[in-house]
């Protein structure tokens, strides 16, 4: 009799173990959407197609700062003028799957479209697989009025140097690719050139890439968790770090047909 009690109380906690058991953070199991960057991509490309001047929003860093980015989002939603976001990476801390699920549910709430890049801690456990799952390409590029906007995975410590990262394939592509369809180009990425993330091997290569690029206008990283400035190579090519949002702060860049502007928004 006893035995017979002890296997029905295996028994029931088996069958009732969703509600004690919580699947692993790194088991990848996601709902909702996926692949949505394409999805953004489309929206940015049809809203913007015949606009001569943007106003991008540019976030980094959120990690596990959950509420900073709400925050950032609902300030992002106040202004009327934002044509789209662009979120640099680190969307989560530990790249667990539920970390991607609220900073994905978090930037669904934003009032304009939104593409995401992968940064390094997006990589830990199974992150670069559940990123891709949700939002498509580590390398993407689309373009908004006469602008490409060419966006890099340049985490390449994540594979330890094993992998061709950044891309200098893709990147080439990008110069003759839709080439009919823009005139400049600006460029995004993670991680900057000559941070500890970067191939430095390759760095020297990775500026004469920019150069090689249609106009290249500006280049956007974030990584650093600080505001950034630097011509790096002495070409012309301003590199901006972004901040990361739990500073309190996100960056807006104005093209227009002669040039660009440049804001720091506090919130």
């Known amino acids: 009799m006893r035995y017979l009690y002890l296997s029905l109380l295996i028994l029931a906690s088996l069958t009732g ?7 692993h953070p790194y088991d990848g199991r996601i709902s909702g959407a996926s692949d949505i960057n394409a999805g953004q991509i489309k929206k940015i490309e049809a809203a ?4 001569d001047t943007l106003i991008v929003a540019f976030v980094s860093d959120s990690h596990g700062w959950f509420s900073d980015l709400r925050s950032a989002v609902s300030d992002i939603n106040k202004r009327s003028d934002i044509d789209f976001v ?22 669904f709430n934003l009032k304009v479209p939104f593409v995401v890049m992968i940064g390094n801690h997006d990589f830990l456990g199974t992150g670069d697989q559940v990123f891709s799952y949700l939002f498509g390409g580590l390398d993407f590029s689309f373009i908004a009025g006469r602008v490409k906007f060419v966006c890099l995975n340049t985490n390449a410590t994540e594979y ?3 992998a061709a990262v950044p891309n200098f394939d893709y990147m080439e592509e990008q110069i003759t690719e839709r080439d009919e369809e823009f ?4 460029v995004c990425m993670h991680a900057r050139p000559y ?8 760095a020297k290569a990775f500026g004469h890439y920019m150069t090689l690029l249609k106009n290249t206008m500006f280049a956007v990283s974030g ?3 600080r505001l950034e400035k630097d011509e790096i190579y002495g070409d012309g090519i301003i590199y901006y770090g972004m901040d990361t949002v739990s500073h309190g702060n996100y960056c807006i860049f104005t093209i227009t047909p002669s040039g660009y502007e440049y804001e720091i928004v506090y919130f």
Do not use: A, P
């Open 17 to 23: 173990c969703h509600h004690v058991f919580e699947y």
């Open 160 to 162: 330890d140097y094993l």
């Open 48 to 51: 913007c197609k015949d606009k």
């Open 223 to 225: 990584h650093n968790h």
């Open 86 to 107: 662009v979120h640099c990476g680190d969307i989560t801390d530990c790249g667990t799957t539920r970390e991607f699920e609220r900073t994905r549910d978090i930037m």
């Open 183 to 186: 005139d400049r180009t600006v």
């Open 195 to 202: 941070c500890e993330q970067f191939n430095n091997n390759v």
